[in-house]
């Protein structure tokens, strides 16, 4: 598929910000810029514009993270001078991104003003091209869904996808335009690499995969003028999601392990979800483990099999189908139809016996705190699934490794739309110690957040805004 991991950074870090996401708002003219030398990092002279823009995302970032706070709160958590954060907070305030929401009594001296973020100023749209359908969320900048759109078919044929992606995208333009002084600041895609991979699997029409290989997301769906858009494995937005509004308050390094149609995986370290040089890490369809014991999984003679051929809902739909209980869609198991019970317990016997292989694997290779484990499965179900899991694992002793904690995603099926609508944020506003560079390997952040403010007011044209 054209365009895999636009929003890759050239780390193949994300969740902080994504190089080349946007154009710089100022005029840089640094004579390195001009000569092409090696980035440098500097806090004085000219630089220190720069340094202003990533204090005001770093203070911006730090109200996001504690949810509410006083001025006297992020300058301990951004080591920022008390002047220095109350000036930042002043032009975030004009500028519409946060507000005072109370003040906090009890403590010494006058009670401290609180701030918060400012959901209703600026809006981002996340869409998941899934191989069964197309989900939406139009998401407000303090990260609630304020709106939501599935459009379900049998497989994803591209003209299918294009039409559903549409209908949500003007959908919520119009939401939107009627809320007076708000704006859609971009669009983010999330989607399968291989979106036609494993169509046998699936009984997917054998070019599926040829179409949407000549199809690049970023131009695909109709979004307006100048709106940016961002695409990303739908397993690694995700963990995005996670990351932003979810686990990530707890913890800075997990596996988030997606079980979805295929099952899928998204890697976050030190507080930032790792694509990759290829976009591809966390791939963990692939990896290997013990061969299933369900009987409608076709025998192979193999020592192993992939994780993707167990743990996946595609497995689950075979073996109901092989009992013959007839679903299309797992919602379809709640409330659980007869006789579906019995098949279900051995369905997450097997797929929770492979992903205790899988991460006992993943925690010999990569140090991290937890494993979060989410799915498409009616939430009792899935919990149900989390529990096996976690006593399965705890029942080996698997010596040499440090046994990561084993919690549930806090999203479901939205986790990979909403990880999808947190790009555009991320990329445009969160901070990034790359904005201090300069030379040809700076990153091509937006300035001033006033800036943006302006530039997304209804009517007026920017890189940034949809109107």
Not at 192 to 203: R, T
Not at 337 to 366: H, K, Q, Y
Not at 382 to 387: D, I, N, P
Not at 388 to 404: D, E, H, L
Request: hydrophobic letters at 45%; aromatic letters at 6%.
């Amino acid at each position: 598929m054209a365009a895999k991991g636009t929003v890759a950074s050239r780390t193949g870090a994300i969740g902080v910000v994504f190089p080349a996401a946007a154009k710089a708002a100022d005029d840089w003219s640094d004579s390195a810029e001009m000569s092409g030398e090696a980035p440098v990092l500097s806090g004085k002279g000219s630089n220190s514009v720069k340094v202003r823009h990533y204090n005001e995302r770093f203070v911006l970032d730090a109200i996001r993270r504690l949810k509410e706070a006083s001025k006297s709160d992020l300058a301990r958590a951004a080591n920022l001078t008390p002047a220095a954060v109350a000036a930042i907070v002043d032009g975030l305030e004009s500028s519409g991104f946060v507000k005072q929401v109370g003040k906090r009594f009890g403590q010494r001296g006058s009670p401290s003003t609180l701030y918060r973020l400012a959901p209703e100023r600026i809006y981002s749209v996340g869409i998941k091209i899934g191989r069964r359908a197309l989900e939406a969320v139009l998401v407000d900048f303090a990260g609630e869904v304020r709106s939501r759109e599935s459009h379900e078919y049998r497989f994803p044929d591209p003209d299918m996808v294009l039409k559903a992606g549409n209908m949500s995208l003007a959908n919520f333009d119009k939401l939107v335009e009627g809320l007076g002084d708000a704006s859609i600041v971009g669009v983010g895609i999330a989607s399968p690499y291989f979106l036609g991979g494993w169509s046998e699997e699936l009984g997917f029409p054998d070019d599926l995969g040829s179409r949407w290989e000549a199809i690049d997301l970023t131009t695909f769906f109709a979004t307006k003028p100048k709106t940016p858009v961002f695409v990303e494995n739908d397993a690694s937005s995700a963990a995005l999601a996670e990351l932003i509004q979810g686990i990530g308050a707890r913890f800075r390094d997990f596996m988030h392990i997606s079980i979805d149609t295929f099952v899928g995986g998204g890697l976050v370290q030190g507080g930032k979800v790792h694509t990759g040089p290829h976009g591809n890490s966390a791939a963990l369809g692939p990896l290997p483990v013990s061969p299933s014991s369900l009987d409608s999984v076709a025998a192979k003679p193999a020592r192993y099999q992939s994780l993707l051929h167990r743990a996946s809902i595609y497995v689950l739909v075979n073996h109901l189908k092989s009992r013959g209980i007839e679903i299309n869609r797992v919602r379809e198991l709640d409330p659980l139809p007869p006789g579906a019970r019995e098949p279900l317990s051995e369905w997450i016997d097997d797929c929770a016996n492979a992903l205790v292989e899988a991460i006992i694997a993943i925690t010999s290779v990569i140090d991290i705190e937890a494993i979060v484990l989410d799915s498409i499965l009616p939430r009792p179900i899935h919990l149900e699934l989390l529990a096996k899991v976690q006593t399965q694992f705890n029942r080996i002793s698997a010596i040499g490794i440090v046994a990561p904690e084993i919690v549930s995603g806090q999203f479901g099926p939205e986790a990979s739309p909403i990880g999808a609508a947190m790009l555009p944020f991320s990329a445009l506003l969160a901070p990034d110690s790359g904005v201090l560079m300069i030379g040809k390997d700076r990153t091509m952040l937006l300035g001033s957040l006033s800036r943006l403010a302006s530039q997304s007011q209804p009517g007026r044209s920017s890189a940034t805004s949809t109107g």
